[in-house]
């Protein structure tokens, strides 16, 4: 099938001529740039996807089978997600090719389970661009090493309206930069997108001798002037250019003015700075239409309401996943009946709206250019749509710099239509100079090497001081953590027993700076991954996730996060979440059946083969190998009678265990470990080493693939000492011994007695210790390649313990 075929299968036009160009473009570009309402999105999955199924056989395989979709806004991603999906069933690809939003959340872990699957993987910079720097926001440290391994490795990256990214821009360049040092497996390209875009924002420290041989794709000048093309409509969709009367800081009478302009029956958008300014000027025009209850006051408006009154809705980033998708869907609404939105700038990316009216603050100018995409957006208001810019004191610009307003406001005065042709034109017509101060960009942060190494190891801080990754993600203004709200008896969320990890629904996005203000007075909670339970927050770290209790309110479904909303907050039903803390084996304990380790280990070792042949020639024999050898021995340590006697203290009927073998599966209830912070996965690697006849490699992978094991080994402050001054260290005793036992596939572990001589540095007994091998390795392979190997093994793991089924014991 040729790609005007598939285009058209899937959505039910023919393709443009450039989106054509792009998905047979020999070789694919890293540049695109295309008006807004042009159809980028359509252009760059469904070119993926062609790509990825119906071209040569060389172009397949070169073509990554991840596409991670990435938007600068933090909502409104389910809009691309339903979009995608939509396509993918008329092609009849729906149950072949994974469509994810990356949303934050313990229940965020489908997508990495399945490496070898096809999948279109949407999400915020924030949630992106964390997974990808091994700190992936809003879940558990644990969670970490897979995202990062799969993303930086055979994965397309797109990064849509990049004049939005800030500081994240940076990054990507240096991570692409970082790729082709460090080595992937497969390819792991980049697509940066935007009606906007200026390739020497990219040309950061470590990308810059790349920017020159950058390959561009768009719209030709024939494809801009061309009045047959099929664009035309929307190229030259006129869009007249006025002043608002008034400003947002007299929202009242800002309100009366959107109140007048709006035309029954069609949708008039208006895209305020900040939050506080949406909701005031929403709250303002509820007044002037309707009588309303306002946070506990009521205030009954005094002006007769034009007949029939408009429907309002508010949109901004600050409301959890329910809120905001019944959000969505009345925003779909609108666009069919008409209504007045009040929004932030989370309308500027990802949304497929067209207003008949646009209000937007003075904005800098991309992203003044990316709101007036909202208007008349497919051209259908023959006679013209109106867009009004309001004015901003250039003192008051936050979150964006005076001088990027001021330069906007400079060139907006000399207007009186901004359709695209007419915007593209004007900038052709300008100096570089005034372009400069259009576009300027000047990352505040960029990451380096080092640092990119140092994130490798996710072992958890004893000071609980991680490397915040979050200046790399966004600039400081407008950097976020998510909350959730529980109810629980009494003072303490761990009575009877700590309180689940949050699930995606249950998020909230809220600015550090509010939680940080709340945090003087009402306690917030963080979880322990060394103690396994909720403490008491000590500190706001961006990207990070809180527990506040529901009476503590700053929230409500009508106007989301909001500081002076103090009534309780009504709490999402919360999910059966697996807690993952360091000493827990949730994929262990309490599973349908009890396993014996050969059983289980026969499964892992089934899920992994059907991984490494489904991605073919991605991997080297050698490390083929490496991991099927490793799959083999992983829970040797379920062996250790710490693991044993967990498993079966509390269990009432448990089954007869075959000749030989130990229990690797529980369906009952477990104990807690004997040795607090005990890491069967630790047992399994020690005792490998022990027996001098495997490989570093092997070994490394068994010991990391929970995600709890990493670069050194060492004791915990929450461990309990082992008697006579013998090392400890994650629960295993120097001097104990791991029984022999059936792993599986006709091998038999024999006995040994563990050692702890590895976590010493140096050499000990002509032998490196762990530090040393594992530098090793990541010398060799690199951090990247590192963890896809790690990922690999755990979604084996994990696969098969969701799909424990009995039987196969040898």
């Known amino acids: 099938m040729n790609f005007a075929e598939f285009f058209e299968s899937a959505t039910g036009n023919p393709p443009y001529e450039y989106q054509k160009r792009l998905a047979e473009a020999d070789p694919w570009p890293d540049l695109l740039e295309a008006?807004?309402?042009?159809?980028?999105?359509?252009?760059?999955?469904?070119?993926?996807?062609?790509?990825?199924?119906?071209?040569?056989?060389?172009?397949?395989?070169?073509?990554?089978?991840?596409?991670?979709?990435?938007?600068?806004?933090?909502?409104?991603?389910?809009?691309?997600?339903?979009?995608?999906?939509?396509?993918?069933?008329?092609?009849?690809?729906?149950?072949?090719?994974?469509?994810?939003?990356?949303?934050?959340?313990?229940?965020?872990?489908?997508?990495?389970?399945?490496?070898?699957?096809?999948?279109?993987?949407?999400?915020?910079?924030?949630?992106?661009?964390?997974?990808?720097?091994?700190?992936?926001?809003?879940?558990?440290?644990?969670?970490?090493?897979?995202?990062?391994?799969?993303?930086?490795?055979?994965?397309?990256?797109?990064?849509?309206?990049?004049?939005?990214?800030?500081?994240?821009?940076?990054?990507?360049?240096?991570?692409?930069?970082?790729?082709?040092?460090?080595?992937?497996?497969?390819?792991?390209?980049?697509?940066?997108?935007?009606?906007?875009?200026r390739p020497d924002w990219l040309a950061t420290v470590d990308f810059r001798a790349k920017v020159e041989g950058l390959i561009s794709h768009g719209l030709t000048k024939n494809e801009w002037h061309d009045s047959?093309?099929?664009?035309?409509?929307?190229?030259?969709?006129?869009?007249?250019?006025?002043?608002?009367?008034?400003?947002?800081?007299?929202?009242?009478?800002?309100?009366?003015?959107?109140?007048?302009?709006?035309?029954?029956?069609?949708?008039?958008?208006?895209?305020?700075?900040?939050?506080?300014?949406?909701?005031?000027?929403?709250?303002?025009?509820?007044?002037?239409?309707?009588?309303?209850?306002?946070?506990?006051?009521?205030?009954?408006?005094?002006?007769?309401?034009?007949?029939?009154?408009?429907?309002?809705?508010?949109?901004?980033?600050?409301?959890?996943?329910?809120?905001?998708?019944?959000?969505?869907?009345?925003?779909?609404?609108?666009?069919?009946?008409?209504?007045?939105?009040?929004?932030?700038?989370?309308?500027?990316?990802?949304?497929?709206?067209?207003?008949?009216?646009?209000?937007t603050e003075l904005s800098p100018w991309a992203s003044f250019v990316q709101r007036v995409g909202r208007c008349n957006r497919y051209g259908e208001f023959a006679k013209g749509a109106e867009v009004f810019w309001i004015e901003v004191d250039s003192k008051k610009a936050a979150p964006y710099e005076s001088e990027e307003v001021d330069a906007a406001r400079v060139e907006l005065k000399k207007m009186d239509d901004v359709g695209p042709r007419v915007l593209r034109d004007y900038l052709e017509g300008l100096s570089e100079s005034k372009r400069q101060k259009l576009y300027p960009y000047t990352p505040g942060s960029v990451i380096r090497k080092r640092t990119v190494e140092e994130l490798f190891d996710t072992t958890a801080d004893l000071t609980d001081a991680d490397l915040d990754v979050s200046p790399y993600i966004r600039e400081d203004a407008e950097r976020d953590v998510q909350v959730f709200w529980r109810k629980w008896e009494g003072d303490n969320p761990n009575i009877p027993e700590p309180q689940p990890l949050p699930a995606r629904d249950e998020l909230c996005t809220a600015p550090i700076a509010d939680v940080r203000d709340l945090k003087k007075s009402v306690m917030l909670y963080r979880w322990d991954?060394?103690?396994?339970?909720?403490?008491?927050?000590?500190?706001?770290?961006?990207?990070?996730?809180?527990?506040?209790?529901?009476?503590?309110?700053?929230?409500?479904?009508?106007?989301?996060?909001?500081?002076?909303?103090?009534?309780?907050?009504e709490t999402v039903a919360a999910q059966n979440v697996l807690s993952e803390g360091n000493d827990r084996d949730p994929y262990s304990q309490e599973q349908k059946i009890w396993q014996t380790i050969a059983r289980h280990t026969n499964q892992v070792v089934e899920e992994l083969d059907h991984i490494l042949t489904e991605l073919g020639v991605l991997l080297t024999d050698k490390e083929c190998a490496e991991l099927r050898h490793a799959a083999r021995w992983h829970d040797w340590g379920k062996a250790y009678y710490v693991f044993q006697d967990a498993l079966t203290a509390k269990a009432i009927d448990v089954p007869n265990l075959p000749q030989g073998h130990l229990w690797g599966k529980s369906s009952g209830k477990s104990e807690r470990y004997k040795h607090p912070g005990f890491r069967h996965e630790l047992a399994s690697a020690l005792g490998m080493l022990s027996l001098g006849s495997h490989s570093d490699l092997s070994c490394y992978i068994v010991a990391t693939h929970h995600g709890k094991v990493?670069?050194?080994?060492?004791?915990?402050?929450?461990?309990?000492?082992?008697?006579?001054?013998?090392?400890?260290?994650?629960?295993?005793?120097?001097?104990?011994?791991?029984?022999?036992?059936?792993?599986?596939?006709?091998?038999?572990?024999?006995?040994?007695?563990?050692?702890?001589?590895?976590?010493?540095?140096?050499?000990?007994?002509?032998?490196?210790?762990?530090?040393?091998?594992?530098?090793?390795?990541?010398?060799?392979?690199?951090?990247?390649?590192?963890?896809?190997l790690e990922a690999l093994l755990c979604a084996a793991d994990r696969r098969a313990s969701a799909n424990a089924r009995p039987g196969g014991d040898e």
């Open 710 to 788: 990493r670069l050194s080994i060492r004791s915990l402050p929450t461990e309990t000492p082992a008697p006579d001054d013998r090392r400890f260290a994650r629960g295993v005793w120097e001097g104990d011994s791991l029984p022999a036992v059936k792993l599986g596939g006709g091998v038999v572990a024999p006995k040994v007695t563990l050692s702890l001589t590895p976590m010493e540095l140096g050499l000990s007994d002509g032998q490196p210790s762990w530090a040393e091998r594992a530098l090793q390795l990541l010398e060799d392979y690199g951090p990247f390649r590192l963890a896809y």
């Open 35 to 197: 008006p807004t309402g042009a159809g980028k999105t359509e252009a760059i999955v469904l070119g993926w996807l062609w790509r990825r199924r119906c071209s040569s056989p060389t172009v397949r395989t070169a073509t990554p089978r991840r596409l991670a979709y990435t938007l600068p806004m933090r909502v409104l991603v389910e809009q691309t997600k339903k979009r995608v999906h939509e396509w993918l069933a008329a092609l009849g690809e729906a149950d072949n090719v994974g469509v994810e939003i990356l949303m934050g959340g313990e229940t965020d872990n489908d997508w990495d389970l399945y490496p070898e699957r096809e999948a279109v993987l949407i999400g915020t910079q924030d949630m992106l661009l964390s997974r990808a720097l091994n700190r992936g926001y809003a879940l558990g440290r644990a969670r970490w090493p897979m995202p990062y391994g799969l993303l930086n490795n055979d994965c397309l990256w797109v990064f849509d309206e990049v004049q939005l990214m800030g500081s994240g821009l940076a990054t990507t360049a240096q991570l692409a930069a970082f790729r082709e040092k460090f080595k992937k497996w497969g390819n792991c390209p980049s697509l940066w997108a935007s009606a906007t875009l």
């Open 529 to 569: 991954f060394l103690e396994s339970v909720w403490q008491r927050a000590e500190s706001v770290v961006a990207g990070q996730v809180y527990l506040l209790p529901a009476d503590a309110g700053r929230y409500s479904t009508e106007f989301g996060w909001a500081m002076d909303v103090t009534d309780a907050v």
């Open 228 to 359: 047959n093309s099929a664009l035309t409509k929307r190229l030259k969709a006129k869009k007249i250019l006025s002043k608002a009367k008034f400003t947002a800081d007299d929202p009242k009478k800002l309100a009366g003015e959107i109140r007048d302009v709006h035309q029954q029956g069609e949708l008039t958008l208006v895209v305020l700075n900040t939050v506080k300014k949406a909701v005031a000027v929403y709250d303002a025009l509820k007044a002037l239409m309707q009588s309303v209850t306002k946070r506990g006051k009521k205030s009954v408006a005094k002006q007769t309401p034009l007949a029939p009154t408009p429907d309002i809705l508010l949109l901004h980033s600050r409301f959890r996943p329910p809120e905001r998708q019944a959000k969505i869907k009345q925003l779909e609404q609108f666009s069919k009946i008409g209504g007045i939105v009040i929004s932030t700038q989370v309308v500027e990316a990802g949304v497929d709206m067209s207003a008949r009216v646009l209000f």
